[in-house]
Every structure is written in structure tokens, then in C-alpha cells.
């Protein structure tokens, strides 16, 4: 089970949900969002993934920024993989991937009700709840039903207490967190990063 831990700002959250075992850290960089880091804040949770002798994915997560743009500022930060969250063209898609190869694509069923991992040649399909960044959950039913494809990671309201119950209905190859790794907009508890991964991984190994 792959885990992704999201909206990350700083060095010591980023090496603390490295050594309890994830195997991305996400930096967001949209203006508005309360997880929105600066290029410095960016920098140090790349340079945290990059300091280990295992590979750790270093991910950009963005909304609402010219596709091509966002995949320059991921090759100027040294990110791993750029993340185009949102209503992305496959142009955009293809214009990004002249820039930074490795890039993962961000939706929600309820606007992309055919959703389907490889459309746009990404790397990854993350499937998100049709209200991004809230951290409420959302019903999954349509997610089990979903013809996603072969690559795909689950998202949007998971937590430490629900994110067994949601691999074992969705059957992801992977989990995404954010908000519910917190205890304030923004603010990451170490000890919630701690109880999610040793909860996504006892799922995976049932």
C-alpha cells in the first residue's frame, strides 16, 4: 500500500512521516489553500525526501496554475513528480510533460464520472472527493464500482480512524492524506501521521 502524506511545510513533518514509513510527502502551492507553502518551505520538504537512502517521491501539488508553468517551478524546487489537481486538459497533460516527465493526475468522479487511470498518460490517477481540501468524508460506493484502471490512489476525507474501512471498500493501490492528519487548518499532528500509516498499512496487509 502506497501512502502519500499531503500539505506538508517543513523539514522535521516531512522527515517524521518519512521514518514512520510514506512513501510520498506532498507540497501544495495554491494560493488560497491554508496548506499553501512557500518556495522555501517547498525546498526543505524536498530536500527531507531527498536525504534518504530510499526512494521517497517528492510531490507539487497545484490547482489553477498554467500547466506548463507548474511544471517549471517542480524542475526549479526539485520535485519528483508534479500533481495537476483539478480541470487539466490532456493538453495540459502533454505541455507539463515536455517540462517534468513524472506527473500524476488529481480528479473527482462526480465531475469526471469516466474517470480512468492512463487517459492522460499520468503517471498515477488520484480519485478525490468532489470537495477537495475539506477532509469530509465522502461516499465511496461509486469508487468500488469505477472501472479506475491499474494505478490509482484514493484521497479526500480519510483519516487515522477510517482509512482501514476505506481501502478495504475502495481497494486503492494507494492513500492520500491531508486535513485528516491534522488538528487545525494547515497544522500536521506527528502523532496523527504516525496512527494513519500504521493503519493504512495493517489494512493492506489483512
Given amino acids: ?3 502519500k502524506i499531503c500539505g506538508l511545510r517543513d523539514r522535521a513533518t516531512a522527515l517524521h512521516a518519512i521514518r514512520e514509513g510514506a512513501d510520498a510527502v506532498g507540497v501544495v502551492m495554491s494560493e488560497g489553500s491554508p496548506r499553501n507553502a512557500t518556495r522555501e518551505e517547498a525546498k ?3 530536500t527531507a525526501a531527498h536525504s534518504f537512502d530510499r526512494h521517497i517521491d517528492a510531490v507539487l ?3 489553477r496554475i498554467h500547466a506548463a508553468d507548474a511544471a517549471q517551478l517542480a524542475v526549479d524546487l526539485g ?3 508534479l500533481q495537476l489537481h483539478g480541470e487539466y486538459t490532456q493538453s495540459d ?3 507539463a510533460a515536455v517540462i ?4 500524476w493526475r488529481a480528479a473527482s468522479l462526480v465531475t469526471t464520472p469516466d474517470l480512468r487511470f492512463g487517459e492522460y498518460s499520468e503517471e498515477r490517477l488520484l480519485v478525490d472527493s468532489p470537495d477537495p481540501g475539506s477532509g469530509r468524508p465522502w461516499d465511496l460506493k461509486g469508487v468500488s464500482s469505477a472501472h479506475l484502471g491499474d494505478s490509482w490512489l484514493l484521497a479526500g476525507g480519510l483519516s487515522p ?9 475502495a481497494q486503492p493501490d494507494g492513500v492520500d492524506v491531508s486535513s485528516g492528519v ?5 497544522q500536521k499532528s506527528l502523532e496523527r501521521i504516525t496512527q494513519f500509516i500504521r493503519a493504512a498499512r495493517s489494512a493492506s496487509s489483512n
Fill in 161 to 169: 480512524e477510517n482509512v482501514a474501512s476505506a481501502i478495504a471498500e
Fill in 79 to 81: 520535485f519528483d513528480v
Fill in 44 to 46: 526543505a520538504v524536498v
Fill in 182 to 186: 491534522e488538528i487545525a487548518p494547515g
Fill in 100 to 103: 517534468h516527465p513524472r506527473i
Fill in 93 to 95: 497533460f502533454e505541455s
Fill in 61 to 63: 501539488v497545484v490547482r
Fill in 1 to 3: 500500500m502506497y501512502v
